[in-house]
């Protein structure tokens, strides 16, 4: 490697160090003051406050890795520009492409730092700051299983199971809660086509019956058309990690497309692997779109990145928002995975090649 593709990579990972700490910054401090009440409020360590956001700066870092690498490769070269050292690159017979190319091969290397991370770091600090926040803080297990389509839940006093369509919402389908007497035999159990739940009025089953057991062997039946309940959970009880897909590792995800019992997961363990590799090659695409566009703004408006580098953030915010519809397409069978993860690499990979090579004839 020359003096000069050297001194151009060196730029590009100090830029990339300064970017990452500013951003890592700004997302732990406002994370700080949005989750300290709730430890100051369980009593927990400051060794514990501090273990969770430390341990939270690789997920940080993975989550804007892709960002992260654009502006650095922005900054980079619009700093040649603006010192001018671009222009007398060019003007000593250096080809543009030559000068972009250390650039490329940083963020190659970055990229590989985060495979590398995804696969041997995060499954541990994202399994840990989990544990932290939903149990030492929040005091959340994930007590429930899947099973066939249904989600099955032990709660203080009985059984739910339900299947839910839509996991945003709190809306379930073909509700059923059972409660069992200390013997383990069953007491009550309420069935019904649908149930919703408010902070307000609590559960509401639609289309349902109550099961009361009379004696040993015989049990009364009530039907209703609509009807209030108070059972002791709320949905919020009914927990899975935020990002509990984050807790495994690439080789994990990769074999679990291989070992679900029906299509749909297996559609779900698709998208969930080829999604993670996705997101995290996604900066070099991101790169090749962004480089060119900061030449173009320079001609336009001048050399001065605080153009540029709100140009290239909106520009990735409109990758994410793609990338994001795309992998509700796949997780929805509408799409399939493969496609879903390399679409945007196409396109962006592609047109930013173009829009390069243009720039350097």
Known sequence: MNLLSRYIITQFIRNFLVVTVAFVAIYILVDFFEKIDKFMETGQSIWLVLQFFILSIPFIIDMLGPVLILLAGVISLGVLSHNNELTAMMAGGIHLRTIINPILIGALLLTMLFLAMAQWVLPKTVSTTNTIWYENVKGMVPLGIYRNGRYYYKGKEGFYSFVRPWPKRNVFLDFSYSSWNPEHKLETLVSSKSAEWTS??????????????????????????????????????????????????????????????????????????????????????????????????????????????????????????????????????????????????IFFGFTGFVFLHKQST
């Open 200 to 345: 307000k009025n609590g559960w509401l089953l639609k289309k349902g019956q109550i099961q009361r057991n009379i004696n040993p062997n015989d049990f009364h039946t009530t039907l209703f058309t609509e009807q209030n309940f108070s059972f002791p959970e709320s949905p919020q009880f009914f927990f899975v990690p935020k990002h509990q897909s984050a807790e495994l590792s690439l080789t994990q995800l990769f074999q679990a497309m291989f070992k679900q019992d029906s299509e749909s997961k297996t559609v779900i363990a698709q998208t969930n692997f080829y999604s993670r590799l996705s997101y995290t090659l996604l900066g070099i695409p991101l790169l090749f779109m962004g480089l060119p566009m900061l030449m173009l703004s320079y001609r336009k408006w001048g050399k001065d990145l605080s153009v540029a580098i709100p140009v290239s953030c909106g520009m990735a915010f409109v990758a994410w928002g793609i990338w994001g519809a795309l992998q509700s397409l796949a997780k929805a069978g509408y799409l399939s995975p493969l496609i879903a993860a390399v679409l945007i690499h």
